[in-house]
């Protein structure tokens, strides 16, 4: 490591200071669990350490009348253990549930998940769905960007995502999310779904949200499968029918990666167990 | 050089630190507090784990200087009186303990998950040290073990 100097950030307002001044030879940290290993393998040599995970605004859960506000510092943890996230956005939750391990979630943040950019990141396909705007502050002001953007209007080196913000759900839309890993604790996303589906009085769908994690550069929307599901009702045979139209935009999409005929086999499982739990939802009242 | 100071194992240490310091190798090759056991230094297997501020968290991904007004308790502070803890009682008592490198982490897991839960179902034990790995037991004697230590600490033992 070649870390110069390290601050132990109270206040946004410092850190946006700090940046500024600093910029690219300065790192943000917060739960560390990705960014003490690059640290250690010099994959990334900062001079400068700011850490940001004692800033009690950016420890918020906050909700108003239509939205949920997430401050960029929650844990993985935070989330799991907050009632807001059971119900219909039991998604949200059954993402942040499947991070790493125990030990990674109490320190893991949702911003951290987004800043660092991993194309497997768990909590992101189900943000994404629920069409989630963040909030980036720098010395110059302040951005709000949709997070599905977010991949190819990365952040300055100047920046700190400070809030990530979604509507609330109403009682006829459901998020749900599924994720195939090599075991169930402690393992990196193969690959991850998450669907935010409407449905309305005739049980058809009225709107839907699709959006995948590791199914290439970066975590985002299945529109093609989202134009396929609109208006169709929930059953086996709409389910299967999207499965191959998410395969075939993925034939395109990694064309040539040594990964696709696995990914698109594997696919087919996960998008079937996330779409199988409107049939039930459809049918049944909700048991969670 | 960094000043911070933080309670570990409830005695208060004020120290100069490397900026470039991980908690691990504060409390190892600062403290001598070498229980903790650093595996895989890259969160994985939960050998490094303490407990900070109430909760677990690998101090392989931790820097020394965020450790700063830290309160933080390792295996070594387990032990109350010249008696140990009954965790480790029980996973003597039960036969959890093979070659032993896990064994910090695990019990540290273990106190956690009884802290925040006093009776936990056997599902809930399995998630509560599902980032701890062992390679010589096969995880059922430590459920086995945080079974007994309820009894245990229920006993008053």
Redesign the interface.
């Known amino acids: 490591m070649t870390l110069k100097e390290v601050y132990n950030s109270r206040s946004v307002e410092e850190v946006v200071g700090l940046l500024g001044e600093y910029g690219s030879e300065a790192k943000l940290i917060s739960g560390g669990t990705d960014i003490v290993i690059e640290l250690k393998n010099k994959k990334i040599t900062p001079k400068i350490l700011i850490d940001i995970s004692k800033i009690e605004e950016l420890k918020k859960i906050k909700e108003d009348e239509n939205h949920i506000i997430l401050g960029s510092g929650v844990t993985f943890t935070e989330i799991t253990e907050n009632p807001l996230f059971k119900g219909n956005l039991h998604g949200l939750h059954k993402a942040c549930k499947m991070v790493g391990s125990p030990q990674i979630r109490n320190k893991g943040t949702i911003g951290g998940n987004i800043a660092n950019g991993s194309s497997a990141a768990d909590s992101i396909p189900p943000l994404i769905a629920l069409g989630a705007i963040i909030k980036i502050c720098s010395i110059e002001g302040t951005r709000e960007i949709p997070l599905e953007d977010y991949y190819i209007n990365k952040l300055k080196s100047n920046e700190i995502i400070t809030e990530i913000k979604f509507e609330k759900l109403n009682k006829n839309q459901n998020l749900n999310f599924a994720k195939l890993g090599l075991r169930k604790a402690l393992a990196i996303s193969r690959l991850s779904i998450a669907s935010l589906i409407e449905l309305n009085e005739e049980g058809l769908i009225e709107n839907v949200t699709i959006s995948s994690g590791a199914l290439g550069k970066y975590p985002m929307r299945e529109k093609e499968v989202e134009e396929y599901l609109i208006n169709k009702e929930i059953n086996e045979t709409t389910i299967e029918e999207a499965i191959t139209v998410l395969q075939n935009s993925m034939d395109e999409r990694l064309k040539g990666r040594s990964t696709l005929p696995y990914k698109r086999v594997a696919v087919s499982s996960i998008l079937r167990e996330n779409l199988k739990e409107f049939i039930k939802t459809r049918t049944e009242v909700r048991a969670w | 050089m960094?000043n911070i100071s933080l309670i570990v194992n409830e005695k208060l240490f004020e120290v100069s630190v490397s900026?470039?310091l991980?908690l691990i190798d504060l409390l190892r090759d600062e403290l001598g507090l070498i229980g903790t056991k650093e595996g895989c230094?890259?969160?994985?297997c939960?050998a490094c784990?303490v407990i900070m501020d109430g909760?677990?968290?690998?101090s392989?991904?931790?820097?020394a200087?965020?450790a700063?007004?830290s309160n933080i308790l390792t295996i070594e502070g387990m032990e109350k009186e010249g008696k140990i803890h009954p965790i480790q009682q029980a996973y003597i008592d039960v036969g959890a303990v093979q070659c032993g490198f896990c064994i910090p982490g695990m019990v540290l897991?273990t106190k956690?998950l009884l802290d925040k839960k006093p009776h936990p179902s056997k599902d809930e034990i399995r998630?509560?040290i599902?980032?701890?790995?062992c390679r010589c037991t096969g995880y059922n004697k430590m459920i086995y073990a945080a079974e007994k230590a309820i009894e245990y600490m229920e006993e008053g033992k």
């Open positions: 960094v900026e470039n991980r230094g890259e969160g994985e939960g784990t909760e677990t968290v690998n392989c991904l931790v820097m200087f965020q700063n007004g897991s956690a998630e509560g599902s980032g701890n790995l």
